[in-house]
């Protein structure tokens, strides 16, 4: 996308004066008394501040001079200049420097000028070699002339390079020019002549034949979205060449389009609307022709509402149809939903549409009632156990329908509620918490005309204790805490018969988790510099209990440990049991190493004193007159093992890789980054990725190749300005 962005602010004052007397006065303040006076200062109004080495009033012309470091301040403006000239009788303001620029100020931006003149009474005027600098670019402008409804610009130029902007270089490498800009306030559009580029000083084969961009303030814009150009197999291809304009104060309309060939070619279009209170949207159709003459298409809309409107009822939906897939996704996912919000209550209906590629199936959820409830039925503070009781109920209607070959329709109903309180004993060492939660699942259909269901009952309690730790300290020099937290909980599954004549079942189960942290702090005796090392590590073991006997079910420890100041170790080590037989025993650790590093090779040292500039910037030279600079290294390595085997169908899983990722400046403007990912079972590299970015003050070019199955590389250079970097650009790639 391509904008210029022009700042213009003329200067606008509105005086509130009464006659003074007096010469060499240093600061003065003019307030509006509404005296009666003989000159019109009808439009002069508020207050105004001035100082100057020199003050001359000539009551009989109706003027001031102001001479020497003068300036005026009003409101939210301020103005420096050498000499500062203004008529009580005409309204006229005069401001010029000779040897610096008048110097503007409003608000928080500073605006530079050689000379000003400006009626305060008809509020037009002119202004010689403006000048605006902002973070990243420079606007100068050779005349400025503002009328009633206009400003006219004249002999402006862009910069955006970064050495001229950090006065590094007296010349930019690159700037724009063009010779008329003109921005109308009644009619609210800026536009311009044509627009030419300049590379040191040599006009580039590119140039804009105009700008014309309408501005609405507070309401949608409309402009042209400039494309991306690059070249892929020997052929110049086209991405998001665009337009976007408001079709009323709600809609806006934008068009994209992506050449590649005369074979393969996409339109995306999107309209986007804002509607009152807090509902906004859009309406997106791509459409692609492909290469086998393929027509492809998706079409989506998005519609959002927000609860925190002033209505109850919120409405949201997200359609997307696609016929092949465009955006490689297996599934596509749509839905309507409208909730709606009660007191302790809220009430959801829903339409789903859930299309499947590789099944080739849409299937349907028309409709879905979901009624859900939160109570809160006792809050006894007497009562350490009916201390808090919240009671949830959710109720839930599904009707499915799959459309593939055949039409199935089935529903379902689903119901789950869940109680929970929690509540101190011994207090404070223990708390605890229990939840129960019952679910019941029926679904019905109506095909084969078989109903089936599904129940069970949840109980589970948590007894947590308060941390309890060790400290050792030994002669101040090195210190250990030892913390640790135990958590105990129970947990009881009962699967009920409803339809059939099953036995009941349990499955009861008792699980066991252990915090345990330590952590070391070592004091060096010479400088008192402190070392910390932590290490945190967790304990958890479950055990299932059937027919009067306990089987240990799981066993779990994982840990993470801060050897150092960039280095981390992490570790996980299990064994699972299985439920029923010793043969589904699984064992398992994964195992990982990181560690940063940031090395400076070359440091620039004091016993190189001589000190020069080289083009741009200033370098150590030694006593051979070799320019010294450092050179940064930035480097994280990563060492990841990781062992799982199965003892029911007897696989095991063995993979152990290292990475290396990371930057180094070889010079100032050059830098290198790589990631490497290299198997150590199997000796070899399975991925590496190598990336050399060059600056060139206003360009940037990078050269990207990854080495992997897929060889692939890609070449770039472009403008750095992000308001041109895909008009200026040559982009590459295999």
Not at 320 to 335: A, V
Not at 557 to 576: P, W
Not at 638 to 656: A, I, P
Not at 704 to 710: E, Q, R, S, T, Y
Request: positive net charge; charged residues 25%.
């Amino acid at each position: 996308m391509y904008k210029i962005r022009i700042s213009v602010y003329i200067i606008l004052f509105m005086f509130s004066i009464s006659i003074f007397y007096g010469n060499e006065k240093k600061e003065n303040r003019i307030l509006d008394n509404h005296h009666k006076i003989k000159n019109d200062f009808s439009f002069l109004k508020d207050v105004l501040k001035y100082k100057s080495d020199i003050q001359e009033h000539d009551i009989k012309e109706g003027k001031s001079y102001l001479k020497g470091q003068a300036s005026v301040e009003y409101d939210n403006t301020k103005i420096e200049a050498d000499y500062i000239e203004l008529s009580w009788k005409t309204g006229d303001l005069y401001a010029k420097s000779k040897e610096q620029s008048v110097f503007l100020q409003k608000g928080n931006q500073l605006y530079f000028l050689n000379k000003i003149h400006f009626n305060l009474n008809h509020k037009i005027g002119e202004a010689k070699n403006f000048y605006i600098k902002e973070k990243n670019h420079i606007v100068i402008a050779n005349d400025i002339l503002k009328k009633k409804e206009d400003i006219l610009m004249k002999k402006i130029t862009y910069i955006s390079d970064s050495f001229f902007l950090e006065k590094k270089d007296n010349s930019p490498d690159f700037y724009l020019k063009t010779d008329y800009l003109k921005y109308s306030y009644l009619k609210k559009y800026i536009f311009s002549g044509p627009i030419f580029f300049y590379w040191y000083k040599v006009p580039m084969p590119i140039f804009l034949p105009f700008l014309y961009m309408p501005i609405e303030l507070k309401k949608a814009s409309y402009g042209i979205l400039y494309p991306k150009l690059g070249i892929q197999d020997k052929k110049i291809y086209m991405e998001d060449l665009g337009l976007f304009f408001p079709i009323s104060d709600l809609f806006n309309f934008r068009i994209n389009t992506s050449i590649y060939n005369t074979k393969k070619w996409k339109i995306q279009t999107k309209i986007e609307y804002k509607l009152r209170y807090a509902y906004d949207g859009l309406i997106n159709f791509d459409y692609q022709n492909m290469f086998n003459e393929q027509k492809n298409y998706l079409f989506q809309w998005k519609h959002n509402s927000d609860f925190k409107s002033n209505s109850e009822i919120s409405f949201n939906a997200n359609i997307n149809y696609d016929n092949i897939f465009l955006h490689n996704k297996n599934i596509n996912f749509s839905y309507i939903n409208i909730r709606k919000k009660f007191y302790n209550y809220l009430w959801f209906i829903d339409f789903y549409m859930i299309q499947y590629h590789d099944k080739k199936k849409i299937k349907f959820i028309i409709p879905e009632f979901i009624f859900h409830t939160n109570n809160i039925l006792f809050h006894d503070k007497k009562n350490s156990f009916l201390n808090h009781i919240n009671i949830e109920n959710r109720f839930q209607f599904n009707n499915f329908i799959d459309v593939h070959k055949t039409i199935y329709f089935h529903a379902g109903l689903n119901h789950n509620m869940s109680m929970t309180t929690y509540f101190y004993f011994f207090y404070p060492y223990l708390k605890g918490s229990s939840k129960i939660l019952y679910k019941d699942f029926y679904t019905w259909n109506f095909q084969d005309f078989y109903v089936s269901s599904f129940q069970n009952l949840d109980f589970s309690t948590n007894i947590v204790s308060i941390p309890f730790y060790k400290i050792w300290n030994f002669k101040n020099i090195f210190l250990l805490k030892h913390q640790i937290k135990p958590i105990l909980s129970f947990h009881v599954k009962y699967f009920p018969p409803v339809f059939y004549n099953v036995k009941n079942h349990f499955e009861k189960r008792i699980n066991f988790i252990l915090d345990n942290d330590c952590i070391s702090t070592i004091k060096n005796p010479w400088n008192g510099v402190e070392k910390k090392i932590e290490i945190f590590k967790e304990i958890n073991t479950s055990f299932l209990i059937d027919h009067n006997f306990m089987k240990w079910e799981n066993f779990h420890i994982t840990g993470n440990t801060d050897l150092a100041k960039n280095s981390e170790i992490k570790y996980k080590v299990g064994i699972d049991f299985g439920k029923k037989e010793k043969k589904n025993k699984i064992i398992y650790f994964d195992f990982s190493f990181s560690s940063n590093y940031k090395i400076n090779f070359f440091p620039v040292k004091n016993k190189f004193q001589k000190k020069g500039k080289n083009r741009y910037d200033y370098f150590f030279f030694d006593r051979k007159n070799y320019a010294k600079y450092s050179i940064p290294l930035n480097l994280k390595i990563d060492f990841h093992s990781n062992y799982e085997k199965n003892f029911f169908n007897k696989k095991q899983l063995f993979h152990t890789l290292l990475n290396f990722n990371g930057s180094i400046n070889i010079t100032k403007y050059w830098k290198i980054s790589f990631n490497t990912d290299y198997n150590l079972l199997k000796n070899q590299i399975i991925f590496a990725n190598i990336i050399f970015d060059r600056d060139i003050r206003s360009f940037d070019m990078s050269f990207n190749c990854v080495l992997a199955k897929n060889y692939s590389w890609s070449f770039f250079i472009g403008l750095k300005d992000p308001n041109f970097r895909n008009i200026i650009q040559y982009n590459e790639k295999n």
